[in-house]
């Protein structure tokens, strides 16, 4: 357990359109960590077998596949129920697994994927949730996207339904409650460079940093 305790882990939440990926990388790259979003995909697939499209068609998303495997709790067990099973908590479990074996390897900053639940026992975490106001999702989704102001929030509406479903079905906590996370900050009030220095800076202090 020393290596796991030397390790920092961030763990960030985001809204879509609040640039909660891009803090997150700043965060890695001012603390010297390994960087996870959709890189998490390519790794998992690696470990496991498993072709990259079938974790990329299930990111962060639940469909509920009928299946006999699925079960309406927090995801436990040791994981010999699931060896060999093509299935979305299958394939939860796999990635869970890479998650894990980055975070004993060292210092990490992961994106979603329940990061801040599968790391629930590690020493020196730190959970950050990062929104936005609408009208400024909205923007940069009309940016990112090139589309209309209503195609913009059916993006948003679409891919928050599936994350939150995603999350809350794994962890059996609430996505974006204030409860589940060390803290929760809106980029709106003081800019993406200005709410990462702020998180920097609370960071430093819960884990002793500097």
């Known amino acids: 357990m020393d290596k796991i305790k030397k390790n920092i882990i961030i763990n960030v939440g985001r809204q879509i359109g609040s640039g909660g990926r891009i803090i997150a990388k700043m965060l890695a790259d001012d603390f010297k960590c390994g960087f ?41 067990g040791d994981g010999s129920f699931y060896d060999n099973d093509f299935s979305q908590e299958g394939l939860f479990k796999m990635q869970s697994d890479t998650i894990r074996k980055l975070a004993d390897e060292g210092s990490c900053v992961f994106v979603g994927r329940c990061a801040d639940y599968v790391l629930r026992d590690y020493e020196n975490v730190v959970n950050i949730f990062i929104t936005a106001s609408i009208e400024d999702r909205i923007s940069e989704i009309r940016k990112r ?45 003081l800019g993406i460079e200005g709410t990462e220095a702020y998180i920097k800076e609370f960071i430093e202090k819960v884990l002793h940093i500097g």
């Not at 990111?59 to 927090?74: A, I, N, V, Y």
């Not at 090139?146 to 962890?171: H, M, P, V």
Request: one cysteine or more.
């Open 36 to 76: 996870y979003d959709r890189e998490l995909l390519t790794i998992a697939a690696k470990e496991s077998g498993f072709c990259e499209k079938f974790f990329e068609q299930n990111d962060e998303q639940k469909g509920f596949f009928h299946s006999l495997f699925h079960m309406h709790t927090p995801f436990v």
């Open 145 to 189: 996207k090139e589309c209309q102001e209503d195609e913009a929030l059916k993006i948003i509406k679409n891919g928050e339904k599936s994350r939150s479903t995603y999350y809350n079905y794994y962890t059996g906590k609430k996505w974006g409650d204030s409860s589940s996370y060390d803290l929760c900050v809106n980029t709106s009030l």
